[in-house]
């Protein structure tokens, strides 16, 4: 991937143009196809629905909505206060709501209207007759009520609101207005400038520093526009753009800024722009990519909880986290083509010593710290471990809920209704459940509601049974009931689950199978569902971490050391957002409407979100101690020592905490701009994720990371070697491409060299060597023959050379791609057939001819040997013909590169003899050559090149 990456790179910086106007021809049809959409109703725009499939609330809905529809749709509310020392029912107040009733009947979309003074229904009018409630039922949910129609209910309650005798309240609420739709403002600017501002000082380029910006805002645009699109296919929540937004722009900045931090660097060191420009895309890029997948990956395990608008929206975010990916590998060295050599910013200020440290050197920030930390491991590690469970404490307070009015800012008409509601008639009754089940074996309907109204009435909780009644055909009876609690509060929820306890009695006693249900029931579920979906989740991303970094690393316990941090940072988070929304502590420095529980998918997006980024800061900072280490080792001759590892920890970390500590401002300041003016939904989110990104990269990361690794020392590198031969590689930090160039002048004539291998070895999965230190040189046209008693050797040989099994070691470049890091092209350019593999076709010769075809003038084939001998007439003519194909083509003689191998030279030799490719001679030790050969000897396989 970095090779690819590499040519990627180098391709965008000299065509820079072609590529920026295709990202904003991209951007414009998209955009424009959503205007063109949204004007004509294609487009439906957020839909703020909650459902989850399964549970027992989304069946009583459904079952409202087949047999009681004036109940099964959203409702609203308008709450109307009297002054001090009036009532609700007299006159003049009375005579108001009569003509609010009146006027709020004739509003189109509306169903019902419930009459607080109607003997049939309870809790409408307070206690002490100041205040009354006028209950609105609508058909569908609250995303199916036209904007016309609200905009009537405001109307309507503001000219109430002017009748009302003066010190009378009025306000228009209900779960219609219960969720608002997060809008941007010019406090999330600020983030962005903050963010351009540290892009700046790490760059010490104004001209530089915007190379990320732009391109996370082209990426984020297009992002959110397609989001938008997809609204015309998905119901897709308000929250998901604002989330889209928050984490494309977080990490399409910290892609783009990588990218463009290590061409910066090169340039400084004399690396020529362009190439420049392609091995950052090649090594940095490499671990974006890398970085990408995690986030993609955590994100859309959010489906782990079965909930669709949380699956979609983990979706969406993976599209943007996606498209910034992209946007970074391919733009961003388009930008740097626009600036070729003009990067390297303003020179550092030289500082005047005293000539009496003149010749002690200067050590930076960075490594000042690392060395602090790592002279005292232990103290470091048990101060962050002990500082973080402290802070984790509130934590173990966190309750859950979805939103409703009550969180919405004290502006807020909704809010001030819901505020009304709870100061008159008690807290529950923003939040009303509803019972309902089939009744149509009953012989007596009312009847049968009164009892079981009875029945509910006595459960601890219930303040009060609104109503309790049948349908108008007797088939579906309905209990409304109010809770003593608010909607939000755990209690409420324990009362869904009493009333959810007492089925089966109900059941056995009455009949009736009563289902638990209303807005209030399914945002309990939807909480007591994610709750459910932490744990598996949490397994999830811990675990998959432990696979990805043992993979990268090679290591055991760094993986484990990584998971630990991830997990304490995570607890750090979950105990500052409880501090805040639950504690109250800071909560009006931040503008929170109102303390209680936090929006319910919180805890699964921040543990989704910050599992990515915190791999990202791992990566890039422990692949360079890694790197280091290698090094290091390498030049003792493989001697690993403990002072070794330290000085790897020590240098690795100062040459990546300039990046990752730009990179963690950035989007500390990106998602803090959210929490100040943010959504009600969207406010939790960005605390934690701030929290998160500031605790992991600064405490965990930059603090924890280099202690624990001093402490370990060397034992850090260790893996099994079991483990190591059977997992694969990722190359994320262009191990490839600084190997490409290294073997740049390898051959010496690169021009007349089909393939060549140097010290080339294979070795099977228990460790033992197949073969080794082959050397083997063929130019175009040439047949190299390799034999050997095992034929795992012959067939190892062979698809190293078609790039379909990586070598263990040495060099090999076929077509004059080096191989591993070009296997892409040589597995497409590379014919193999396999005529000794007992899981094929059953024709060997169907498969030549598949290895010979499409125009391929390199081919390898196994088991030449196997043939039989009218099979071997055939299997000759068909090389014979490829290569005159081939020869016509080109005009030139030879053109057809071919690498077989077998067990006996013998039945092979005859083969390649009558495809008329001379100088065929015998290759078994056995056997003396008849003509002198040209043949190299590796262990475990003979080899022969045969001129054509």
Same mark, same amino acid.
């Given at each position: 991937?970095?090779?690819?990456?590499?040519?990627?790179?180098?391709?965008?910086?000299?065509?820079?143009?072609?590529?920026?106007?295709?990202?904003?021809?991209?951007?414009?049809?998209?955009?424009?196809?959503?205007?063109?959409?949204?004007?004509?109703?294609?487009?439906?725009?957020?839909?703020?629905?909650?459902?989850?499939?399964?549970?027992?609330?989304?069946?009583?809905?459904?079952?409202?909505?087949?047999?009681?529809?004036?109940?099964?749709? !959203?409702?609203?509310?308008?709450?109307?206060?009297?002054?001090?020392?009036?009532?609700?029912?007299?006159?003049?107040?009375?005579?108001?709501?009569?003509?609010?009733?009146?006027?709020?009947?004739?509003?189109?979309?509306?169903?019902?209207?419930?009459?607080?003074?109607?003997?049939?229904?309870?809790?409408?009018?307070?206690?002490?007759?100041?205040?009354?409630?006028?209950?609105?039922?609508?058909?569908?949910?609250?995303?199916?009520?036209?904007?016309?129609?609200?905009?009537?209910?405001?109307?309507?309650?503001?000219?109430?609101?002017?009748?009302?005798?003066?010190?009378? =309240?009025?306000?228009?609420?209900?779960?219609?207005?219960?969720?608002?739709?997060?809008?941007?403002?010019?406090?999330?600017?600020?983030?962005?400038?903050?963010?351009?501002?540290?892009?700046?000082?790490?760059?010490?380029?104004?001209?530089?520093?915007?190379?990320?910006?732009?391109?996370?805002?082209?990426?984020?645009?297009?992002?959110?526009?397609?989001?938008?699109?997809?609204?015309?296919?998905?119901?897709?929540?308000?929250?998901?753009?604002?989330?889209?937004?928050?984490?494309?722009?977080?990490?399409?900045?910290?892609?783009?800024?990588?990218?463009?931090?290590?061409?910066?660097?090169?340039?400084?060191?004399?690396?020529?722009?362009?190439?420049?420009?392609?091995?950052?895309?090649?090594?940095?890029?490499?671990?974006?990519?890398?970085?990408?997948?995690?986030?993609?990956?955590?994100?859309?395990?959010?489906?782990?909880?079965?909930?669709?608008?949380? !699956?979609?929206?983990?979706?969406?975010?993976? +599209?943007?986290?996606?498209?910034?990916?992209?946007?970074?590998?391919?733009?961003?060295?388009?930008?740097?083509?626009?600036?070729?050599?003009?990067?390297?910013?303003?020179? *550092? *200020?030289?500082?005047?010593?005293?000539?009496?440290?003149?010749?002690?050197?200067?050590?930076?920030?960075?490594?000042?710290?690392?060395?602090?930390?790592?002279?005292?491991?232990?103290?470091?590690?048990?101060?962050?471990?002990?500082?973080?469970?402290?802070?984790?404490?509130?934590?173990?307070?966190?309750?859950?809920?979805?939103?409703?009015?009550?969180?919405?800012?004290?502006?807020?008409?909704?809010?001030?209704?819901?505020?009304? #509601?709870? $100061? =008159?008639?008690?807290?529950?009754?923003?939040?009303?459940?509803?019972?309902?089940?089939?009744?149509?074996?009953?012989?007596?309907?009312?009847?049968?509601?009164?009892?079981?109204?009875?029945?509910?009435?006595?459960?601890?909780?219930?303040?009060? #049974?609104?109503?309790?009644?049948?349908?108008?055909?007797?088939?579906?009876?309905?209990?409304?009931?109010?809770?003593?609690?608010?909607?939000?509060?755990?209690? !409420?929820?324990?009362?869904?689950?009493?009333?959810?306890?007492? =089925?089966?009695?109900?059941?056995?006693?009455?009949?009736?199978?009563?289902?638990?249900?209303?807005?209030?029931?399914?945002?309990?579920?939807?909480?007591?569902?994610?709750?459910?979906?932490?744990?598996?989740?949490?397994?999830?991303?811990?675990?998959?971490?432990?696979?990805?970094?043992?993979?990268?690393?090679?290591?055991?316990?760094?993986?484990?050391?990584?998971?630990?941090?991830?997990?304490?940072?995570?607890?750090?988070?979950?105990?500052?957002?409880?501090?805040?929304?639950?504690?109250?502590?800071?909560?009006?420095?931040?503008?929170?409407?109102?303390?209680?529980?936090?929006?319910?998918?919180?805890?699964?997006?921040?543990?989704?979100?910050?599992?990515?980024?915190?791999?990202?800061?791992? +990566?890039?900072?422990? /692949?360079?101690?890694?790197?280091?280490?290698?090094?290091?080792?390498?030049?003792?001759?493989?001697?690993?020592?403990?002072?070794?590892?330290?000085?790897?920890?020590?240098?690795?970390?100062?040459?990546?905490?300039? #990046?990752?500590?730009?990179?963690?401002?950035?989007?500390?300041?990106?998602?803090?701009?959210?929490? %100040?003016?943010?959504?009600?939904?969207?406010?939790?989110?960005?605390?934690?994720?701030?929290?998160?990104?500031?605790?992991?990269?600064?405490?965990?990361?930059?603090?924890?990371?280099?202690?624990?690794?001093?402490?370990?020392? $060397?034992?850090?590198?260790?893996? %099994?070697?079991?483990?190591?031969?059977?997992?694969?590689?990722?190359?994320?930090?262009?191990?490839?491409?600084?190997?490409?160039?290294?073997?740049?002048?390898?051959?010496?004539?690169?021009?007349?060299?089909?393939?060549?291998?140097?010290?080339?070895?294979?070795?099977?999965?228990?460790?033992?060597?197949?073969?080794?230190?082959?050397?083997?040189?063929?130019?175009?046209? $040439?047949?190299?023959? #390799?034999?050997?008693?095992?034929?795992?050797?012959?067939?190892?040989?062979?698809?190293?050379?078609?790039?379909?099994?990586?070598? /263990?070691?040495?060099?090999?470049?076929?077509?004059?791609?080096?191989?591993?890091?070009?296997?892409?092209?040589?597995?497409?350019?590379?014919?193999?057939?396999?005529?000794?593999?007992?899981?094929?076709?059953?024709?060997?010769?169907?498969?030549?001819?598949?290895?010979?075809?499409?125009?391929?003038?390199?081919?390898?084939?196994?088991?030449?040997?196997?043939?039989?001998?009218?099979?071997?007439?055939?299997?000759?003519?068909?090389?014979?013909?490829?290569?005159?194909?081939?020869?016509?083509?080109?005009?030139?003689?030879?053109?057809? !590169?071919?690498?077989?191998?077998?067990?006996?030279?013998?039945?092979?030799?005859?083969?390649?003899?009558?495809? =008329?490719?001379?100088?065929?001679?015998?290759?078994?030790?056995?056997?003396?050559?008849?003509?002198?050969?040209?043949?190299?000897?590796?262990?475990?396989?003979?080899?022969?090149?045969?001129?054509?």
């Amino acid at each position: 991937m970095s090779t690819l990456l590499y040519s990627l790179g180098r391709w965008s910086y000299h065509h820079p143009w072609r590529v920026l106007v295709t990202w904003l021809l991209l951007l414009g049809v998209v955009g424009g196809t959503v205007g063109v959409g949204m004007a004509t109703g294609f487009v439906k725009g957020t839909d703020n629905s909650f459902t989850i499939p399964g549970t027992e609330a989304q069946e009583g809905i459904l079952l409202l909505d087949r047999t009681f529809p004036q109940a099964s749709g !959203t409702s609203a509310q308008l709450v109307i206060v009297a002054p001090d020392g009036d009532r609700v029912d007299r006159r003049p107040v009375s005579t108001v709501i009569a003509d609010t009733i009146d006027r709020l009947e004739d509003v189109d979309g509306v169903l019902a209207v419930t009459d607080p003074f109607n003997e049939m229904v309870n809790g409408l009018v307070s206690d002490d007759a100041q205040a009354a409630i006028i209950r609105l039922q609508f058909d569908g949910q609250a995303t199916d009520v036209p904007a016309s129609t609200k905009a009537d209910l405001h109307e309507i309650a503001a000219e109430t609101r002017a009748a009302m005798p003066a010190g009378s =309240h009025v306000a228009i609420g209900g779960d219609l207005f219960s969720t608002s739709v997060p809008a941007l403002s010019l406090i999330e600017a600020v983030g962005v400038l903050i963010a351009l501002f540290v892009l700046i000082v790490t760059f010490r380029s104004i001209a530089v520093a915007w190379f990320p910006l732009a391109s996370a805002l082209i990426g984020v645009g297009l992002a959110i526009t397609l989001i938008f699109l997809s609204t015309a296919f998905a119901s897709i929540s308000s929250t998901t753009p604002m989330l889209a937004i928050m984490l494309g722009l977080a990490v399409g900045i910290d892609y783009a800024l990588f990218i463009v931090a290590r061409h910066q660097d090169q340039v400084r060191e004399g690396v020529e722009p362009a190439e420049s420009a392609a091995r950052a895309t090649g090594t940095a890029g490499s671990a974006v990519l890398f970085a990408g997948v995690t986030v993609l990956i955590a994100l859309i395990g959010l489906s782990f909880a079965g909930i669709p608008f949380l !699956t979609t929206m983990g979706i969406a975010a993976a +599209v943007a986290v996606a498209i910034a990916v992209v946007v970074a590998v391919t733009l961003t060295p388009a930008l740097l083509g626009f600036a070729g050599g003009r990067v390297r910013g303003w020179p *550092r *200020r030289v500082r005047r010593v005293r000539p009496s440290r003149s010749n002690r050197p200067r050590r930076g920030f960075a490594e000042r710290w690392v060395t602090t930390v790592t002279r005292r491991p232990i103290v470091t590690t048990l101060s962050v471990i002990i500082g973080l469970g402290v802070v984790a404490i509130p934590a173990a307070s966190l309750h859950l809920a979805l939103p409703n009015a009550g969180v919405q800012p004290t502006s807020s008409e909704a809010r001030q209704s819901y505020d009304l #509601v709870a $100061e =008159h008639f008690g807290p529950g009754a923003n939040g009303p459940l509803i019972m309902t089940g089939t009744i149509v074996t009953s012989t007596d309907p009312l009847g049968l509601m009164d009892d079981l109204k009875r029945e509910v009435e006595r459960i601890p909780g219930v303040k009060e #049974v609104a109503l309790s009644t049948p349908n108008e055909t007797a088939d579906t009876g309905l209990i409304q009931i109010v809770p003593e609690t608010a909607p939000d509060d755990p209690a !409420t929820a324990d009362l869904v689950r009493e009333l959810r306890a007492q =089925h089966d009695r109900l059941l056995d006693e009455y009949g009736v199978d009563l289902k638990v249900t209303g807005f209030t029931a399914v945002g309990i579920d939807i909480s007591d569902r994610l709750a459910a979906a932490l744990l598996p989740f949490g397994i999830f991303v811990v675990g998959l971490s432990l696979v990805l970094l043992t993979i990268v690393f090679r290591s055991i316990w760094v993986p484990i050391k990584a998971a630990a941090g991830y997990l304490l940072s995570v607890a750090a988070s979950f105990g500052v957002v409880a501090a805040v929304f639950e504690w109250g502590w800071l909560a009006d420095v931040l503008h929170v409407a109102r303390t209680g529980p936090v929006i319910s998918f919180m805890p699964i997006i921040l543990m989704g979100v910050l599992f990515g980024l915190a791999m990202d800061y791992e +990566v890039f900072l422990v /692949s360079r101690m890694r790197e280091d280490f290698v090094h290091t080792r390498r030049a003792r001759d493989g001697r690993a020592e403990r002072a070794t590892a330290i000085a790897a920890v020590r240098s690795g970390f100062t040459a990546s905490a300039r #990046v990752v500590t730009a990179a963690a401002v950035i989007m500390f300041a990106v998602f803090a701009a959210f929490v %100040p003016e943010g959504d009600s939904s969207i406010k939790p989110i960005a605390l934690g994720l701030a929290v998160g990104i500031a605790v992991d990269a600064f405490l965990v990361r930059m603090t924890l990371v280099p202690a624990v690794m001093t402490l370990l020392g $060397e034992k850090a590198w260790w893996m %099994p070697r079991w483990l190591d031969r059977r997992l694969p590689h990722f190359d994320i930090e262009g191990e490839a491409v600084e190997r490409e160039l290294a073997l740049t002048n390898w051959p010496e004539d690169p021009d007349s060299v089909s393939v060549i291998g140097a010290d080339l070895a294979v070795e099977d999965e228990s460790g033992d060597a197949l073969f080794a230190d082959a050397d083997f040189r063929l130019s175009h046209g $040439e047949t190299l023959l #390799v034999t050997s008693p095992d034929a795992r050797a012959g067939r190892a040989f062979v698809l190293a050379v078609a790039a379909r099994l990586a070598p /263990s070691a040495g060099r090999l470049r076929v077509g004059g791609h080096l191989l591993p890091g070009r296997s892409a092209w040589v597995r497409a350019h590379v014919g193999l057939a396999l005529l000794a593999d007992p899981e094929a076709s059953g024709d060997p010769l169907r498969e030549l001819r598949r290895a010979v075809a499409g125009g391929t003038r390199i081919v390898a084939i196994d088991g030449l040997d196997t043939l039989s001998g009218p099979e071997r007439d055939q299997a000759a003519a068909i090389l014979r013909d490829a290569e005159a194909r081939l020869s016509r083509r080109s005009g030139s003689e030879p053109a057809l !590169t071919v690498v077989a191998s077998a067990r006996r030279d013998g039945p092979a030799l005859d083969i390649l003899a009558e495809a =008329h490719r001379p100088g065929v001679t015998a290759l078994a030790p056995s056997r003396p050559p008849l003509d002198p050969p040209s043949s190299d000897h590796a262990t475990g396989i003979d080899t022969q090149v045969i001129s054509s």
